[in-house]
């Protein structure tokens, strides 16, 4: 927080982004069933941008602008910009946009708001959501207020006698596959199955709820698990988000601080 400041009403914060993630998934979704627009691609062609994306993003901006003028905003289709009150918003407005113009329901909308600017590894998060409009939820954490599915509070799975459920995704550049994959079979040991969603803040939610054991990807970006690692700490687990050197592509990780650990040696052992 910016001097004089007061500190900032996460439970506020959780209802705010709730209440705009619900409008921005219906508008998402009606979107969809008109027919998705390819608008562009991003870092690759696998990597899309649709028009929908964009209008999600800027319905959420300018509910946020409305609501709280001066909050700094972080946007994965507009970028960013500082603001002057210390809480800076983290905006994927569809996460699973190859789902998304494919038809598949496992896309979501993400908004968290963090203290601290822009980046993660110096921010501290104080509300997330991801909101599946398909699948009808909503997942919400405030700061020291624990995670919800609805009204319901989330709890990360703590045993997994038979292997570990993990989700995990793969980078749209081809050259990352070969890495990727090489990460996979030193965790499979620990695995008793994987699932690949498309959605990294949906898959977070997933770990939240105790649907999935775990999950691990390289090369996020900050609105792709800014919510979703709220998500999983206030459900009482662990996310983190690996220095490796020489690397770009930074590792995360979610799931009980067990299992963290565990899968976090087999990702760092030597091939």
Request: hydrophobic share 45%.
């Amino acid at each position: 927080m910016t001097a004089g400041t007061a500190a900032p009403d996460v439970d506020a914060l959780r209802s705010l982004a709730a209440e705009i993630a619900l409008e921005a998934g219906e508008l998402a979704r009606r979107r969809r069933a008109e027919g998705v627009s390819i608008a562009a691609t991003k870092s690759t062609l696998a990597d899309i941008v649709t028009e929908a994306d964009r209008e999600v993003e800027q319905l959420i901006r300018d509910r946020l602008d409305a609501e709280r003028p001066g909050d700094g905003f972080l946007g994965e289709e507009s970028g960013g910009d500082p603001g002057t009150t210390g809480v800076t918003w983290v905006v994927d407005p569809i996460d699973g946009t190859v789902n998304y113009a494919g038809g598949f329901p496992t896309y979501c909308v993400s908004i968290a708001a963090v203290a601290g600017g822009d980046d993660p590894d110096t921010w501290s998060a104080l509300a997330g959501v991801v909101h599946a409009p398909v699948l009808g939820e909503l997942f919400t954490a405030a700061r020291g207020h624990g995670a919800r599915l609805g009204a319901v509070p989330l709890q990360v799975s703590t045993e997994n006698p038979a292997g570990a459920l993990l989700g995990t995704g793969f980078g749209y550049d081809p050259a990352t596959h070969d890495g990727d994959l090489a990460t996979v079979r030193r965790v499979l040991p620990l695995v008793r199955d994987l699932r690949r969603m498309g959605a990294a803040a949906l898959d977070l939610a997933y770990v939240a709820a105790g649907r999935l054991d775990g999950y691990f990807e390289r090369g996020l970006k900050p609105w792709d698990f800014a919510a979703g690692a709220l998500l999983v700490e206030e459900a009482g687990g662990r996310f983190e988000r690996l220095v490796e050197p020489g690397s770009a592509r930074r590792m995360c990780v979610a799931g009980s601080a067990e299992l963290v650990a565990d899968l976090v040696e087999r990702i760092r052992a030597v091939p």
